[in-house]
């Protein structure tokens, strides 16, 4: 088993920044995928970001590419989302997610573990 805190969330204007990190524990040698997701409320979950936790390749929806920065320190077996020029759009409650195996970088069905979310709200 994996455990997943999230931290780093809160209230941030238009044009700002946040840094979100997950923390794992347990058995965090199976982690072969890291990925952050977001949900807002009475739709799907919507994918952001996600990291091979070894090799560090990277991938990006195309509404944060340019703007957030995914990354791992698999030595903390911590995770990061560094989200710069935000927008309001990007309010939402952010969920990252460890997958034991090969996953589908963007399918929230892939991926084994889920954090408790921290919200990350965005104001003009």
């Known amino acids: 088993q994996v455990q997943l805190v999230e931290s780093g969330g809160g209230l941030v204007q238009a044009g700002g920044s946040l840094r979100l990190s997950c923390a794992a524990s347990?058995?965090?040698?199976?982690?072969?995928?890291m990925g952050w997701f977001r949900q807002t409320p009475g739709k799907e979950r919507e994918f952001v970001a996600a990291?091979?936790?070894?090799?560090?390749?990277?991938y990006y929806a195309d509404s944060v590419k340019g703007r957030f920065t995914i990354s791992r320190d698999s030595v903390k077996n911590t995770g990061y989302l560094q989200m710069n020029s935000l927008k309001l759009e990007d309010t939402a409650v952010y969920y990252c997610?460890?997958?034991?195996?090969?996953?589908?970088?963007?399918?929230?069905?892939?991926?084994?573990?889920w954090g408790q979310g921290t919200q990350v709200t965005v104001s003009s």
């Open positions: 997610a460890f997958a034991r195996g090969i996953a589908r970088p963007a399918v929230a069905s892939d991926y084994d573990y």
């Open positions: 347990g058995r965090t040698s199976s982690i072969y995928t």
């Open positions: 990291i091979t936790w070894s090799g560090g390749v990277t």
